[in-house]
């Protein structure tokens, strides 16, 4: 069974930074695309950033709206992903989840992590203006 497990959330002020961190229950990480997406109150799920560790298949992905803010990375033989956060913006807000498929990441990846088969428990991230 694929556990996941999030930690790291916090209130951080406007321009502070936070580390995320999802510790994966699997037997291979490199068989597994992982990645985050956060769920802002009243608004739809929205993918953040995903992860392939498979040095064939792998690879990593942002949405837009965190490229160059937010560094997504693996530590294989902790089966921990983390989720570096820099120049946090209010908009930021949300509860963060990892989640996790089989299979290598595709080109959209990072859009579509909240539709992922495994996810664990949220951790929440609040920034304030």
């Known amino acids: 069974e694929v556990q996941l497990q999030a930690s790291g959330g916090g209130l951080v002020q406007a321009g502070g930074s936070l580390t995320l961190s999802c510790a994966a229950s699997?037997?291979?990480?490199?068989?597994?695309?992982i990645g985050w997406f956060r769920q802002a109150p009243g608004k739809e799920p929205e993918g953040v950033s995903c992860?392939?560790?498979?040095?064939?298949?792998?690879?990593?992905y942002y949405v837009d709206s965190v490229k160059g803010r937010f560094t997504i990375s693996a530590d294989i033989a902790k089966t921990t992903v983390y989720l570096q956060m820099t120049s946090l913006k209010p908009e930021d807000t949300g509860v963060y989840y990892c989640?996790?498929?089989?299979?290598?990441?595709?080109?959209?990846?990072?859009?579509?992590?909240?539709?992922?088969?495994?996810r664990g428990k949220g951790t929440q991230v609040t920034v304030s203006s």
């Open positions: 989640a996790a498929d089989w299979g290598p990441p595709g080109p959209h990846c990072a859009t579509r992590v909240h539709d992922m088969e495994y």
């Open positions: 699997l037997s291979n990480i490199d068989d597994y695309a």
């Open positions: 992860i392939g560790t498979s040095a064939k298949y792998g690879g990593i």
